[in-house]
């Protein structure tokens, strides 16, 4: 049984550009969060999404937005890359003993 | 506003002794509590849990304190090995909301 799956798991792109980042979560979890963790941090919270919606929404700009697939994988796109958006994201499955993805690096440049 | 603190960026420990990571929280609806391990290039692993109600769980060589009247929390390892070096993560929730607050990290290194 396949845990939480993520991809890419490293992406280098420039100020200005457009990501999507994907997650699949582990068999049989309907629900899926995103978190967001820069360097020396802990992972902050972006938004959670089940049944196909955003059910909750931390304090990220609207240039993140996600969105849910019927067999409940989850894409997050962040527009309009900044320098400050460099971390790890992090996709998790179910909760709140979430389970985690190995995460996505992503570099701005 | 950090609503989680892990004061301690870093701990190390020889092996067969005693871990202790300390956690504390500022928001009174917190009523779960959780801690993660991360290695790297590997997203953080569910380690052991505790519920407001309780002031102790115990899981193996882990066990976490909870004091409510300090909003503090605390995760013992005894006895540390080598292989507990990572970081641990402090994390809370609030009701039946499933999002984390996580704390800044504590690295833990076991040496031999």
């Known amino acids: 049984d396949a845990g939480v799956t993520q991809s890419p798991t490293h992406l280098i792109k420039t100020r200005g550009q457009q990501v999507t980042l994907r997650c699949s979560p582990k068999s049989g979890h309907d629900t899926v969060s995103w978190y967001q963790q820069a360097l020396g941090q802990g992972p902050q919270f972006i938004f959670q999404y089940y049944e196909e919606e955003e059910r909750q929404r931390g304090n990220f700009p609207d240039r993140f937005s996600g969105h849910q697939f019927p067999n409940y994988s989850s894409e997050l796109n962040v527009n309009a890359l900044l320098l400050g958006d460099s971390a790890l994201y992090l996709c998790?499955?179910?909760?709140?003993?979430?389970?985690f993805g190995q995460g996505t690096r992503l570099t701005v440049v | 506003d950090q609503q989680v603190k892990q004061n301690s960026p870093s701990l190390s420990v020889q092996e067969g002794r005693i871990s202790i990571l300390n956690c504390d929280y500022t928001n009174s609806m917190f009523d779960y509590f959780l801690w993660y391990k991360k290695y790297p290039a590997e997203g953080p692993t569910f380690l052991i849990s505790?519920?407001?109600?309780?002031d102790k769980n115990e899981d193996g060589r882990f066990t976490v304190f909870l004091n409510k009247s300090a909003k503090h929390l605390s995760l013992h390892i005894v006895p540390s090995q080598p292989g507990d070096s990572a970081v641990y993560f402090c994390?809370?929730?609030?009701?039946?909301?499933?999002?984390?607050?996580f704390g800044t990290g504590t690295r833990l290194q076991v040496t031999l």
């Open positions: 998790a499955s179910s909760g709140p003993e979430a389970f």
């Open positions: 994390a809370a929730v609030t009701g039946t909301a499933s999002k984390l607050t």
């Open positions: 505790i519920s407001s109600i309780k």
